[in-house]
């Protein structure tokens, strides 16, 4: 891959999975071999990955605690929101300041895994070729969770928001420091900036194949706690 910055979002309360979440941060939370913050690791430094910035809120020492027990082949730092969350946008933008190439920003929510890796690389070629900012989004079809709504519409590339959204926004994507041009605030969401950049015509996506597994809620862990994935 040409792209060797990555920065992954990990500085959620986990609200919705307490009890699980009062002593473990939601990243460390395990399915099958690994947790969740070492499946998005491994996902970027396999593809290529060789600066990591993670961003740290609710019980950061187990966070860095973790990566620092492991010997990744990949330089990685901590943006600290201790004191104040900057929500998804927010929290990307002070995470790569330092990033002055494209970046793919990753949410250890979904249950990455090597499977996605043809796909993460079909999205550098889009992103390189449409030179606009992309995401990996999947049909609401194959979402484990059916209670989906849907995030975006996606035809010929082009992402698009409607009354009836088909797709879901998987965690996934590559973006440059131009899409925070028009943002004047420390504390935004990324859908300020989508819906900038769709509005301008500037959002681009694929569709991603893979069976989406999301954690987002203490019943759902439970649910793909017992389909017993161990990859």
């Known amino acids: 891959m040409k792209i060797k910055h990555g920065m992954i979002l990990a ?14 941060p939601k990243p460390l939370i395990q399915i099958g071999n690994k947790n969740l913050l070492e499946r998005a690791i491994e996902l970027l430094i ?44 927010g929290g990307i933008l002070q995470a790569t300041r330092s990033f002055k190439k494209p970046f793919i920003a990753i949410n250890p929510d979904t249950l990455w895994s090597d499977a996605y890796s043809n796909e993460l690389k079909d999205l550098e070629d889009l992103y390189f070729k449409k030179k606009k900012p992309c995401l990996l989004l999947v049909n609401k079809n194959l979402s484990f969770d059916s209670s989906f709504k849907g ?31 028009s943002i004047k605030d420390k504390i935004f969401s990324m859908n300020k900036v989508w819906n900038y ?35």
């Open 151 to 181: 995030d975006f519409n996606l035809q010929d590339g082009m992402i698009s928001r409607d009354n009836n959204n088909e797709f879901i926004f998987t965690g996934l994507q590559i973006l440059d420091h131009s899409v925070f041009n």
């Open 197 to 231: 950049l769709i509005k301008e015509n500037f959002l681009f996506g694929n569709a991603s194949k893979q069976k989406f597994y999301h954690l987002n809620t203490k019943e759902m862990y439970k649910k793909i706690l017992d389909l017993e994935i161990t990859d």
């Open 11 to 24: 500085a959620g309360l986990g609200k919705r999975m307490k009890p699980i979440t009062l002593k473990t």
């Open 46 to 89: 396999k593809n290529g990955i060789e600066d990591i910035a993670i961003n740290v809120h609710y019980l950061p020492d187990q966070i860095k605690d973790f990566v620092y027990s492991k010997n990744y082949k990949a330089k990685i730092v901590f943006s600290n929101e201790q004191d104040t969350l900057l929500d998804t946008g």
